[in-house]
C-alpha cells in the first residue's frame, strides 16, 4: 500500500492550499484516513481525521480553517487549508487505516509527506 500526498508548497499568510493524498496498491478497504504534521524541533502532531462515514475530528489549532474529505471510491483524502499562518509550517503526512484482505486486520499506513510553509 502507498500513500502519495501533494499540494503542498510556499504560500503567504491567509493564503489557503488543498493538500490530496491518494492510497493505492493491494487494498480491500480504507478506515479511518487523516493528516499529520511536523515542525522542525516539534513533535509530530495530528492535525484532521476522518472516518470512513465522513465524521471529522480537528485539533484545535486548525478547527474553523482546515476542512477534511475524502472519495471513498478513489481512496483519497484532501485536506483545505485556509488563512494559514506561519505556524502552520510542517511537513504534512497522511495516514490511512488499510485492510488488504477481507480476512486480515487494518494497518495504519503513512504518506512520505509534503513541505507545507507559510511566509512572505
Known amino acids: 500500500v502507498q500513500l502519495v500526498e501533494s499540494g503542498g508548497g510556499l504560500v503567504q499568510p491567509g493564503g489557503s492550499l488543498r493538500l490530496s493524498c491518494a492510497a493505492s496498491g493491494s487494498i480491500f478497504r480504507v478506515y479511518d484516513m487523516g493528516w499529520h504534521r511536523q515542525a522542525p524541533g516539534k513533535q509530530r502532531e495530528l492535525v484532521a481525521r476522518i472516518t470512513r462515514g465522513g465524521t471529522t475530528s480537528y485539533a484545535d489549532s486548525v478547527k474553523g480553517r482546515c476542512t477534511i474529505s475524502r472519495d471513498n471510491a478513489k481512496n483519497t483524502v484532501f485536506l483545505q487549508m485556509n488563512s494559514l499562518k506561519p505556524d502552520d509550517t510542517a511537513r504534512y503526512y497522511c495516514?490511512?487505516?488499510?485492510?488488504?484482505?477481507?480476512?486480515?486486520?487494518?494497518?495504519?499506513?503513512w504518506g512520505q509527506g509534503t513541505q507545507v510553509t507559510v511566509g512572505s
Open positions: 495516514t490511512a487505516d488499510v485492510q488488504t484482505t477481507w480476512n486480515q486486520r487494518a494497518s495504519a499506513y
